[in-house]
Nanobody
Framework: QVQLVESGGGLVQAGGSLRLSCAAS????????MGWFRQAPGKEREFVSG????????YYADSVKGRFTISRDNAKNSVYLQMNSLKPEDTAVYYC??????????????????WGQGTQVTVSS
């Protein structure tokens, strides 16, 4: 069973950048597609980005396409989310998640069986 711990959140001005990291424990990391989701106050948790087991396929929500980049390092059991050109509407708690089905990236919350505790990202205007 994979366990996930996010880090890298914080307060940044609009237009700035942050890099989120998610460290995974467990032997199945390289066999799990990974994803990033976010949840703003009063809103549903939404998909941000996903990456296949090998890292060769990535998938982004339209709202972050061109600004965010997901990557993974299976040797380090880690997945990352580089966030550039941040906007106030990006403010949310960001969650790392491990997929529980096949290796393709997916935007379906139900396809992710393990979640981290979340890291707060706040973008000031």
């Amino acid at each position: 069973q994979v366990q996930l711990v996010e880090s890298g959140g914080g307060l940044v001005q609009a237009g700035g950048s942050l890099r989120l990291s998610c460290a995974a424990s467990g032997r199945t990391f390289s066999r799990s597609p990974m994803g990033w989701f976010r949840q703003a106050p009063g809103k549903e948790r939404e998909f941000v980005s996903g990456i296949s087991c090998s890292g060769g396929i990535t998938y982004y929500a339209d709202s972050v396409k061109g600004r965010f980049t997901i990557s993974r390092d299976n040797a380090k059991n880690s997945v990352y989310l580089q966030m550039n050109s941040l906007k106030p509407e990006d403010t949310a708690v960001y969650y790392c998640a491990a997929g529980s089905r096949d290796c393709g990236p997916t935007n379906n919350r139900a396809d992710y069986g393990v979640w981290g505790q979340g890291t707060q990202v706040t973008v000031s205007s």
